[in-house]
């Protein structure tokens, strides 16, 4: 079995889902679920962008 690296799965789509799910814990816990999944699902945009220009520049 081939071992692939995490760089091998995170992807911008990957970025943008685990922060909106961490922006979705945190507004239930602080009741502003849209401000808190919002913020979340920004933040994931602007770290894939961020990790996909890496990777390219990289290669």
């Known amino acids: ?3 692939h690296k995490v760089s ?3 992807n911008m789509g ?3 889902g685990l922060c909106a799910a961490i ?3 945190l507004g239930a816990l602080l ?3 849209v401000l808190w999944l919002c913020i979340g699902a920004g933040v994931g945009v602007v770290l ?3 990790t996909m220009l890496y990777k390219q520049k990289k290669s």
């Open 31 to 33: 009741q502003n679920l």
């Open 14 to 16: 990957t970025s943008i």
């Open 23 to 25: 922006g979705i814990v």
């Open 8 to 10: 091998d799965y995170w």
């Open 48 to 50: 894939g962008a961020v």
């Open 1 to 3: 079995m081939k071992k």
